[in-house]
């Protein structure tokens, strides 16, 4: 079974802390890794994009990694605000359109 | 469109009631994707659409649900004799290689 695991699943800090948010997955045989943002009662809003052959992206606060040797890859969140208070989302794709989602990690940045 | 755009957004419905939830992918964009998401869950992946076609319909959970796409852009995602296990958010994506952008969810509740 294709599984993506997340980790912490829920996550509370402080305003200005820096954190990173883990994602995990069985396959190795990775195309490529996205990450996304998910408010409540909302769709997911993609905010990075890893292709295969890169081993991270970034994007302002946003900085992200894949090993996929190891099946791993981060979301690095740098100076955190009550603004980045969301489900963050990874979801891996096998083959060039199937994307496996983790189950999120909750996060809440207090003011 | 600028975005993804799913119709209706809410849906509540009687066990065993036929149900439509559409899907307006952006402008443009070949391949279309539905996916479920139940509460602290991420998404399942349900269908692939590429073109007209159904690439994928591995994710579909029985004979139940059906989904099409006649002409390329609009799909729609049809559930008959609904159950109230079907309820959760149903969501529609789109992409055109790489990033993949969702729409906001249909809602649907089987009382």
């Known amino acids: 079974k294709q599984e993506v695991t997340q980790i912490p699943a829920a996550l509370s800090v402080p305003e200005g802390e820096n954190l990173v948010l883990n994602c995990s997955f069985t396959?190795?045989?990775?195309?490529?890794l996205q990450w996304f943002r998910q408010d409540p009662g909302k769709g997911l809003t993609s905010l990075l994009l890893?292709?295969?052959?890169?081993r991270e992206q970034t994007s302002g606060r946003l900085n992200a990694s894949l090993d996929k040797s190891s099946g791993r890859s981060t979301l690095y969140i740098a100076a955190s605000q009550p603004g980045d208070s969301a489900t963050y989302l990874c979801a891996r794709a096998s083959g060039t359109y199937k994307y496996i989602f983790g189950t999120g990690t909750r996060l809440k940045v207090l003011a | 469109g600028a975005g993804v755009s799913q119709t209706p957004s809410n849906k509540v419905t009687e066990k065993g009631k036929y149900v439509e939830l559409r899907c307006d992918p952006i402008?443009?964009?070949?391949?279309l994707y539905w996916y479920r998401q139940s509460l602290g869950q991420g998404p399942e992946f349900l269908i692939y659409f590429q073109g007209t076609g159904a690439a994928d319909d591995s994710g579909l959970p029985n004979d139940r649900f059906f989904a099409v796409r006649p002409e390329g852009s609009v799909s729609t995602l049809k559930i008959q004799r609904t159950e109230r296990g079907d309820s959760a958010v149903y969501l529609c994506?789109?992409?055109?290689?790489?990033?993949?952008?969702f729409g906001e969810g249909s809602w649907l509740t089987v009382v």
């Open positions: 402008s443009g964009h070949t391949a």
């Open positions: 890893i292709q295969s052959s890169q």
């Open positions: 994506a789109s992409s055109s290689g790489g990033t993949i952008y």
């Open positions: 396959d190795s045989a990775i195309y490529n």
